[in-house]
């Protein structure tokens, strides 16, 4: 077949290629520098000699009447009136960073969108994490599904795929969206609960409508949880498609898989930092790329040739569907990475808009009845959150050029020369582009029908791919969803929605809804709905996705000191950690000096442990140092540190007389502690007893040694947690 695409559309492309950070440079011309130099003005540019006072009538040393006439206070206090915007109707809360996309591998057999077939190419991306249900100042830990939208400014102009960290949805077709979304969201007479699904209208939704099944099993799951947005897979769901030179057009979905592995909190860890640390998330982006520890994804495609589109038992255009690995591999072409901080929230964070229906030449939509509404959604809600012009604002405009005759409507700001707003005109401004210049291909689909309000047979099966991923699920994985169910169903009061929705899971896994009935009081169920089908699935697990090489990189490590402290040990370890690129956290008694036994040496503890809390740390390291280690024995804060990262199955690592410490907050026989100069490992504790009184010379093999300690306590870190302790059930014992 003659290629549609001929040669000059690379070569047009090319010509308008700029620079790699071409975003940012473009953001430049907008950004303003504070400085002291500086002097405060109005809107209007006039200086101000005070922020502070009115205009007054003052008489004497009393104070008079305030005067209406003063235009800088009046402008303060109006603008401040004006300054909250609608937050997002849903995925209010999040956060973003800017960074780079690569293409590794031309994808150019199926696609000749340059983005995903010119190696040679970065292009800049701004991408925003979110959670769905709650409000803009809503606690990022809570259970809900993530958001994981990235714009990706094309020398095509601007292409977003706006997605979720979890690959399939709640519904099949978009009219059902504000229903999904109301059930989830605080409920209507009390506005209760915040950021929650644990609630009776959620539920009571999830039973009716049973397309629903695959989902809420994910968003029960340890995806629902996070232990970072670095840590999390991005899918953009729908199904889209993409047209190669050949005109030949491919069904596609994206996926994000990132280096770190897919990782999470537990349930209790992830309820105590909703209050102990709301921003938890938000601030563990923003630091890590501070530190230089860059966030990366790898980039893959799954295609299915337009001829294969009916040869699956699902319908391919079903969003409620996974694509299996097994029939429709993962081709990872790509690498995502996220290197820069917004400068401002409100106008980067905030303002972005992201619409599903931006997309460039080769990449196009399918008749997932869900994305074709949801091209209208996103369109739309920008207007009333951010106004018309929207697409004007610095973060959302386009590198390439915009080149048309939209014109007018408030808060237009681009200043068009030219004496025509119109096509044709008598100049030829604005002319559209033939393909060859790069103008947007339709792919000519035929199409034939009735109109009628219906959908594919294979829509109407619900509950085969919900087994499918509860039989893929680790054993772990499985007791955290059952868990998770018992919890949320704990929430609902009325008997009807939690007995229905035990009824609902013997449509998944009769095992499952007896275990779960019998803690939230239901009737326990005798028979299944339907059998299980007893079939897994690559790729749904997520300890499937480990991480490349296991690294403590990025991670947050406490180290416990009191007044007294082993100073070699805890040299050592604090060198060992930020060279590994994670981040040592001091944590004293207080934060005012501490200092270490013999008095050589001291350190100001970044916090103090009724200040910072085990949760927010992946680690602890504890150093010996007899005087200090007596301190913290005596004090409950620290024993409960210690407890509850052992049972949040943190690794924990101590030196010296820190190990009897350790013995004393988890006081398990089965975790065995060293008593000697030997290293040990047990359940992730990671120790190094000693047998005479500490001397520095012998702890100083903690950074050189042979059987290293750290070494044995990093491998326990990029573990990410112990499961066996939660598999012998210890973690719950402490
Ligand atoms: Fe969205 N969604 N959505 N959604 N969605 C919005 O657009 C909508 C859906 C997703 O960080 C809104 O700009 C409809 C699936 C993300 O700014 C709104 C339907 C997926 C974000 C909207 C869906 C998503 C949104 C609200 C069903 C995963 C945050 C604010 C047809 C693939 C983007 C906004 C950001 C935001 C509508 C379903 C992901 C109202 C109608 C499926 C990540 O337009």
Redesign the pocket.
């Known amino acids: 077949m003659a290629s549609i695409i001929p040669d000059t559309f690379h070569k047009a492309q090319s010509a308008i290629m700029g620079s790699k950070d071409d975003k940012i440079s473009d953001l430049s011309q907008d950004t303003k520098q504070m400085s002291e130099k500086g002097r405060l003005t109005t809107d209007y540019g006039v200086k101000q000699t005070t922020a502070d006072d009115w205009l007054k009538v003052v008489s004497e040393d009393k104070t008079g009447p305030m005067l209406l006439e003063d235009p800088f206070a009046r402008e303060r206090i109006h603008r401040f009136d004006h300054e909250r915007i609608p937050e ?4 209010a809360r ?1 956060t973003g960073a800017f960074g780079k996309f690569k293409v590794y591998e031309s994808a150019e057999d199926v696609t000749f969108a340059p983005v995903l077939t010119d190696t040679s190419r970065e292009t800049p991306v701004f991408v ?1 994490f ?1 959670t769905v249900l709650g409000s803009r100042g809503s606690a990022d830990t809570v259970r809900d599904v993530r ?3 990235v714009k990706f400014y094309t020398q095509e102009g601007n292409w977003d795929i ?3 960290d979890i690959p399939v ?1 709640f ?1 099949q077709d ?1 009219i059902k ?1 504000p229903d999904v979304i109301h059930a989830g969201k605080p409920e209507p007479h009390n506005e209760v609960p915040q950021a929650q699904s644990a609630h009776n209208n959620f539920w009571d939704f999830q039973f009716n409508h049973t397309e629903a099944t695959h989902m809420f099993m994910w968003a029960m799951s340890d995806r629902g949880i996070p232990r970072s947005y670095r840590m999390m897979q991005g ?4 199904t889209f498609t993409l047209l190669n030179a050949r005109g030949e057009r491919h069904f596609v979905k994206f996926i994000f898989t990132p280096e770190l592995g897919v990782h999470s909190l537990v349930w209790d860890e992830a309820l105590k930092l909703a209050g102990q640390d709301p921003d938890f998330h938000r601030k563990d982006l923003g630091e890590a790329i501070e530190n230089g520890a860059f966030p990366k994804w790898k980039f893959g495609i799954q295609v299915i040739p337009e001829a294969d589109e009916h040869k699956f038992d699902f319908d391919i255009l079903d ?1 409620t569907k996974v694509w299996p690995e097994e029939l429709v591999p993962t081709r990872y072409i790509g690498e995502l990475e996220l290197n820069r901080n917004v400068d401002e929230f409100f106008t980067q964070t905030e303002q ?3 619409c599903t229906s931006h997309v460039v030449p080769g990449i196009g939509f399918s008749n997932d009845p ?1 994305l074709q ?2 091209n209208f ?2 369109f ?3 207007l009333s ?1 951010l106004g018309t012009n929207w697409q004007e604002l610095p973060i959302n405009r386009p590198v390439c050029p915009v080149i048309n005759f939209n014109r007018d409507g408030a808060m237009r700001h681009t200043i068009t020369k030219g004496t025509v707003n119109y096509w044709p005109n008598r100049f030829e401004h604005s002319k559209p582009a033939t393909h060859e210049e790069g103008g947007y291909v339709e792919y000519a689909e035929k199409v034939a029908g009735i109109k009628a309000r219906a959908r594919s047979a294979k829509f109407r099966e619900h509950f085969s791919q919900a087994q499918l991923f509860w039989n893929s699920m680790s054993p772990i994985e499985r007791n955290h969803i059952t868990n998770a169910l018992a919890f949320e169903l704990d929430h609902c009061e009325d008997p009807v929605v939690y007995e229905r929705m035990v009824n609902r899971l013997t449509d998944i896994d009769l095992g499952l809804a007896q275990a779960v009935a019998e803690m939230v009081g239901a009737e326990v169920p005798t028979k299944a709905n339907r059998p299980n089908h007893g079939l897994r699935a690559l790729g749904l697990s997520q300890t499937e996705f480990p991480g490349a090489t296991p690294t403590i990189k990025s991670r947050r490590i406490a180290i416990i000191v009191a007044d007294g402290y082993d100073p070699v040990a805890y040299a050592a370890a604090y060198g060992a950690i930020s060279a590994g690129m994670a981040i040592p956290l001091v944590i004293g008694t207080k934060r005012s000096k501490i200092t270490a036994a013999g008095g050589s040496s001291s350190v100001r503890p970044h916090h103090h442990l009724e200040g910072f809390r085990s949760t927010m740390v992946d680690a602890l390291f504890i150093p010996g140092g007899e005087q200090s280690v007596n301190t913290l024995a005596k004090n409950g804060r620290a024993m409960h540190w210690i407890r509850e990262a052992f049972g949040h199955l943190k690794a924990i690592g101590a030196t010296g007389g820190a190990v009897e410490l350790v013995r004393l907050a988890v006081a398990l026989p089965q975790v065995t502690l060293s008593a000697s100069g030997d290293v040990m490992e047990s359940y992730g504790v990671v120790t190094l007893g000693q047998t005479k009184p500490e001397s520095l010379g012998e702890v100083v093999q903690i950074a050189k040694g042979s059987k290293n300690f750290l070494e044995e306590f990093f491998f326990a870190i990029a573990q990410h947690r112990n499961w066996d302790r939660e598999l012998d059930g210890l973690h719950s014992q402490v």
């Open positions: 997002r109707v849903v995925h999040g925003r979110s958001g994981f939208a706006v997605g979720n949805f519904i978009a969206f899918f953009g769901v729908n969003a972005v808009a992201f869900l509404g949801r959604s996103y739309d809600t920008q959150r």
